[in-house]
């Protein structure tokens, strides 16, 4: 029987396994005893499950989790060593490899879930577009609302003088990727970068003002009417309809239908150390994924309490409830069936797939934070640097010989080239083929390409 040791302190979660077995097939891990950080989101979910479950532990691993305090800081604590991985956007690993903010070699081997976010306005924007909005045969709202219908409330606000503010998480996160993405498929143009000029802004030529805001800070914000709407991770949508401040008017899923959200980094001189350490937390991760999901997400109102901990995300349990149980609430009262907004091992959630990385990079280049034209072959090389399906591989065969998981819950890895099919699921109808980011780009009406610089 193993013996074990746990304690909590306020923020943060520790684990500790005194006597494990060594597994055949993968070494010991090089280091035990391990730091990794996250931000209260709900996404973050495999790495309390891996803790709660004892997953980690299974794997020889002692383990602390740490909030954040905000994305930056979760990035630079990684990169200097104080933390040993972090629940990560799925932009930081490519932005820090490419030298976005800070410049540094940062790698994933475990994508932790699809979908996730949704756009939220403040009441008062929602009741202008309300009238605008297609009615279901049940008399409610049609969603997904397009930005079209956002144009005559942006117009007012520029003829009296005022900006239309909006919060986004990070300028590498997808919420920022997807809120532009929105608002240019309705004709309003996000705003460019320029730091090639030394702007990092992201507001050149914009109708709409994007600025980041902290997750958990965004409904007071929007409440302080400092901004008038955003585009986050729950439970901040949700949070927003509870308090009665403001509406989600689209989710992810409908504005690029299972999209890539949040990954695992660390940084690659960690990897290079203990690359046993590395296979062993992405095996405890694959199974806290497996677990959120299996028997038709049979275990979600048991991760709900889990993550409802202050610990955790601490928000209240009915919030978090509200979108990870298979539904999303959009205005009081209106709760429709959403069974895949929170997607964590279903679909190859789990597996780093390039052309993911590569559709990050297409969204940089697009708003200008990669300022000039790359060829096809640099999307891919740089795709194939920050994200290691090899690794993945390596720690779903373990499980598999261990009697864990089976084959069949796993992409067939002697066929897979790390590239999804074509994708068409986007609002616009525009489909991404990451073999080709290039020829991506150039159908969109809004935003850089080809050989295009500001």
């Given at each position: 029987?193993?013996?074990?040791?746990?304690?909590?302190?306020?923020?943060?979660?520790?684990?500790?396994?005194?006597?494990?077995?060594?597994?055949?097939?993968?070494?010991?891990?090089?280091?035990?005893?391990?730091?990794?950080?996250?931000?209260?989101?709900?996404?973050?979910?495999?790495?309390?499950?891996?803790?709660?479950?004892?997953?980690?532990?299974?794997?020889?691993?002692?383990?602390?989790?740490?909030?954040?305090?905000?994305?930056?800081?979760?990035?630079?604590?990684?990169?200097?060593?104080?933390?040993?991985?972090?629940?990560?956007?799925?932009?930081?690993?490519?932005?820090?490899?490419?030298?976005?903010?800070?410049?540094?070699?940062?790698?994933?081997?475990?994508?932790?879930?699809?979908?996730?976010?949704a756009i939220t306005v403040a009441n008062h924007v929602w009741e202008a577009m309300k009238p605008q909005v297609a009615k279901t045969a049940d008399g409610k709202p049609q969603h997904p609302v397009k930005a079209d219908l956002l144009k005559p409330v942006i117009a007012s606000y520029q003829a009296a003088g005022k900006p239309?503010?909006?919060?986004?998480?990070?300028?590498?996160?997808?919420?920022?990727?997807?809120?532009?993405?929105?608002?240019?498929?309705?004709?309003?143009?996000?705003?460019?970068?320029?730091?090639?000029?030394?702007?990092?802004?992201?507001?050149?030529?914009?109708?709409?003002?994007?600025?980041?805001?902290?997750?958990?800070?965004?409904?007071?914000?929007?409440?302080?009417?400092?901004?008038?709407?955003?585009?986050?991770?729950?439970?901040?949508?949700?949070?927003?309809?509870?308090?009665?401040?403001?509406?989600?008017?689209?989710?992810?899923?409908?504005?690029?239908?299972?999209?890539?959200?949040?990954?695992?980094?660390?940084?690659?001189?960690?990897?290079?150390?203990?690359?046993?350490?590395?296979?062993?937390?992405?095996?405890?991760?694959?199974?806290?994924?497996?677990?959120?999901?299996?028997?038709?997400?049979?275990?979600?109102?048991?991760?709900?309490?889990?993550?409802?901990?202050?610990?955790?995300?601490?928000?209240?349990?009915?919030?978090?409830?509200?979108?990870m149980t298979g539904t999303f609430e959009y205005e009081k009262g209106d709760k429709r069936p959403a069974p895949d907004f929170n997607v964590f091992f279903r679909y190859n959630a789990t597996y780093p797939y390039y052309s993911d990385a590569v559709w990050t990079l297409t969204q940089m280049r697009r708003w200008g934070q990669?300022?000039?034209?790359?060829?096809?072959?640099?999307?891919?090389?740089?795709?194939?640097?920050?994200?290691?399906?090899?690794?993945?591989?390596?720690?779903?065969?373990?499980?598999?010989?261990?009697?864990?998981?089976?084959?069949?819950?796993?992409?067939?890895?002697?066929?897979?080239?790390?590239?999804?099919?074509?994708?068409?699921?986007?609002?616009?109808?525009?489909?991404?083929?990451?073999?080709?980011?290039?020829?991506?780009?150039?159908?969109?009406?809004?935003?850089?390409?080809?050989?295009?610089?500001?």
């Amino acid at each position: 029987m193993k013996s074990v040791k746990r304690w909590m302190i306020t923020g943060v979660v520790s684990v500790s396994l005194l006597s494990l077995p060594v597994l055949a097939n993968v070494g010991p891990p090089e280091k035990d005893e391990l730091k990794f950080g996250f931000i209260k989101l709900t996404d973050m979910a495999p790495l309390a499950v891996a803790y709660e479950n004892f997953f980690f532990e299974d794997e020889g691993l002692y383990v602390t989790l740490e909030a954040q305090a905000n994305w930056k800081v979760l990035l630079d604590r990684v990169i200097d060593g104080e933390l040993d991985g972090a629940h990560m956007l799925a932009g930081q690993p490519i932005g820090a490899t490419i030298g976005i903010g800070t410049k540094a070699d940062v790698v994933t081997a475990f994508s932790m879930d699809l979908n996730g976010n949704a756009i939220t306005v403040a009441n008062h924007v929602w009741e202008a577009m309300k009238p605008q909005v297609a009615k279901t045969a049940d008399g409610k709202p049609q969603h997904p609302v397009k930005a079209d219908l956002l144009k005559p409330v942006i117009a007012s606000y520029q003829a009296a003088g005022k900006p239309f503010n909006m919060g986004m998480v990070f300028p590498v996160s997808t919420h920022n990727y997807e809120l532009r993405y929105w608002l240019a498929a309705g004709g309003i143009h996000p705003g460019y970068y320029d730091p090639s000029h030394g702007d990092n802004s992201g507001q050149q030529q914009a109708d709409v003002l994007l600025s980041v805001t902290p997750p958990p800070q965004m409904p007071a914000t929007l409440e302080a009417a400092t901004i008038q709407g955003y585009s986050v991770g729950e439970p901040w949508n949700q949070q927003a309809v509870f308090k009665g401040i403001g509406v989600p008017v689209i989710t992810d899923y409908d504005i690029w239908r299972n999209n890539p959200e949040k990954v695992f980094g660390v940084s690659q001189v960690w990897a290079d150390a203990y690359p046993n350490t590395h296979i062993r937390v992405v095996k405890a991760l694959i199974r806290a994924a497996h677990w959120l999901d299996e028997e038709n997400n049979a275990n979600r109102e048991a991760a709900v309490k889990m993550l409802a901990r202050s610990q955790y995300v601490g928000a209240d349990a009915k919030v978090i409830a509200n979108s990870m149980t298979g539904t999303f609430e959009y205005e009081k009262g209106d709760k429709r069936p959403a069974p895949d907004f929170n997607v964590f091992f279903r679909y190859n959630a789990t597996y780093p797939y390039y052309s993911d990385a590569v559709w990050t990079l297409t969204q940089m280049r697009r708003w200008g934070q990669i300022p000039e034209a790359k060829p096809d072959d640099w999307y891919l090389a740089i795709a194939k640097q920050v994200y290691r399906p090899e690794i993945y591989r390596q720690a779903a065969e373990a499980l598999i010989a261990e009697g864990k998981m089976k084959a069949a819950d796993f992409p067939d890895f002697d066929k897979e080239d790390g590239f999804r099919p074509p994708q068409n699921g986007f609002i616009d109808q525009i489909t991404f083929d990451g073999y080709q980011p290039n020829a991506y780009l150039n159908q969109f009406a809004i935003g850089l390409k080809g050989n295009e610089k500001l």
